[in-house]
């Protein structure tokens, strides 16, 4: 089955870092994207940043730009995203999905909570 | 960046109806336009990719057409566990983008 999981959201103060894991089962991660996307609670989702499956393109969100960076670790099936510079308008359930076919998602993980607060 | 507008933004329907949601992009992208369901406190799950296309699984009462920049997802008999959210995505360059959402409700 195939399965993701998410850890490593918390709170942070504004100007901290944080970083994401995802942990992938139940396929060979080297042969897929990988994408993260992130919901406010209640509100609607916003695309993050993608990585292809050696590591070497990545693409974010105008965003997150210079702030994030998105890596993976295929041979520990570990998608992660190191977050800098944070801020309050990054509070957000970031969830990390599969790349299916023409860059849709799927399955997608549970997600983590980030909460950027003083 | 490319943008989707979804409509409406909710509706009400019952148990049998036949339920349309709109996605309007804001310039041509082909046929990648992507609609996903999502319920509360759930991640979302991919219904339909490519415009049409089912993904295993899913119901065939979902049906997804394309008139140029208007894309369209139907339910064609709403069933107990469709009421939830649903969203389109562009997938034709990046950013990706997602609409607004509809949210279908009883």
């Known amino acids: 089955e195939v399965q993701l999981v998410e850890s490593g959201g918390g709170l942070v103060q504004p100007g901290g870092s944080l970083r994401l894991s995802c942990a992938a089962s139940?396929?060979?991660?080297?042969?897929?994207?990988m994408h993260w996307v992130r919901q406010v609670p209640g509100k609607g989702l916003v695309w993050v940043s993608r990585?292809?499956?050696?590591?070497?393109?990545?693409d974010y969100a105008d965003s997150v730009t210079g702030r994030f960076t998105i890596s993976r670790d295929n041979a520990k099936n570990t998608l992660y995203l190191q977050m800098n510079s944070l801020r309050a308008e990054d509070t957000a359930v970031y969830y990390c999905?599969?790349?299916?076919?023409?860059?849709?998602?799927?399955?997608w993980g549970q997600g983590t909570l980030v909460t950027v607060s003083s | 960046d490319i943008q989707l507008t979804q409509s409406p933004s909710s509706l009400s329907a019952s148990i049998g109806d036949r339920v349309t949601i709109a996605c309007r992009a804001s310039?041509?992208?082909?046929?990648?336009l992507n609609w996903y369901q999502q319920k509360p406190g759930i991640a979302p799950n991919l219904l339909i990719y490519e415009t049409s296309r089912l993904r295993s699984g899913v119901p065939s009462r979902f049906r997804g057409t394309r008139s140029g920049t208007e894309f369209t997802l139907t339910i064609s008999s709403l069933q107990p566990e469709d009421f939830a959210t649903y969203y389109c995505?562009?997938?034709?360059?990046?950013?990706?983008?997602f609409g607004g959402g509809t949210k279908v409700e009883i």
């Open positions: 999905g599969r790349g299916y076919s023409s860059s849709s998602i799927a399955p």
């Open positions: 310039q041509s992208i082909s046929t990648y």
């Open positions: 995505q562009q997938s034709y360059s990046s950013p990706l983008t």
């Open positions: 139940g396929f060979t991660m080297s042969d897929y994207w």
């Open positions: 990585v292809n499956g050696d590591g070497m393109m990545t």
